[in-house]
């Protein structure tokens, strides 16, 4: 299947959940509504892409007769692993997604699974999914925050991150572990923890 742009994937998703609930498809006008659109075009044009990759389809010169054809991936990314100890590189492709739709995750949120014991003392170990959300304002992150960082040549690790003037500080939760030390314009921070996940099975 040919990937959706944002826009696309956009109204999709709320066509899949319109037609769900109302066992019809919406007309135009409340797609644009939905789209936060003025003009008919975009909306138009978006369908149009939405049936030629096969996602949609509908019968030429009837209302309202817009069916869905496939289904989204449902869940949060997987988008690889986070070293809890030494540093990896996480992936930037889904390697798998986990339907967690029990839990209120906040918008593009996405999960990495934990390698590694350097987070024990906050009840983090091997094995688990750490769920993190985009770092819009690095600047404004509280020192303390359980984060996923990349470091400069070095990886990525989770760790807490701590700012003191040009400087951060990676700290862990294992004693067995020193604090990574490098200044700011090094360190890029790719989320902050929000969620744990431990299947105990």
């Known amino acids: 299947?040919?990937?959706?742009?944002?826009a696309q994937k956009q109204l999709y998703e709320w066509l899949a959940e319109y037609i769900r609930g109302h066992q019809h498809s919406p007309s135009i006008r409340q797609m644009m509504q939905a789209m936060n659109l003025k003009s008919p075009a975009p909306i138009q044009s978006r369908l149009e892409h939405l049936r030629n990759k096969g996602y949609i389809e509908w019968s030429e010169g009837k209302a309202r007769t817009i069916r869905v054809l496939q289904a989204l991936k449902q869940g949060v990314p997987?988008?690889?692993?986070i070293a809890a100890g030494g540093l990896i590189e996480p992936f930037?492709?889904?390697?798998?997604?986990?339907?967690?739709?029990?839990l209120s995750?906040?918008?593009?949120?996405?999960?990495?699974?934990?390698t590694g014991d350097s987070m024990i003392e906050d009840s983090i170990v091997e094995g688990d999914l750490v769920f993190l959300r985009p770092v819009l304002e690095p600047d404004q992150l509280?020192?303390?925050t359980i984060?996923?960082?990349?470091?400069?040549?070095?990886?990525?690790?989770?760790?807490?991150?701590?700012?003191?003037?040009?400087?951060?500080?990676?700290?862990?939760?294992?004693?067995?572990?020193?604090p990574i030390?490098?200044?700011?314009?090094?360190v890029q921070v790719q989320g902050s923890l929000v969620a744990i996940w431990r299947n105990y099975n």
């Open 1 to 6: 299947m040919e990937r959706l742009t944002e």
């Open 147 to 178: 984060v996923a960082a990349r470091v400069d040549s070095i990886g990525t690790t989770l760790k807490r991150f701590y700012r003191l003037g040009d400087r951060i500080t990676l700290k862990p939760a294992n004693p067995k572990y020193d």
């Open 78 to 81: 997987i988008l690889g692993t």
């Open 181 to 186: 030390e490098v200044n700011a314009i090094q």
């Open 142 to 144: 509280k020192n303390g």
């Open 105 to 114: 995750l906040p918008p593009q949120a996405y999960a990495l699974r934990v």
């Open 92 to 102: 930037t492709e889904a390697v798998e997604n986990i339907d967690l739709a029990h």
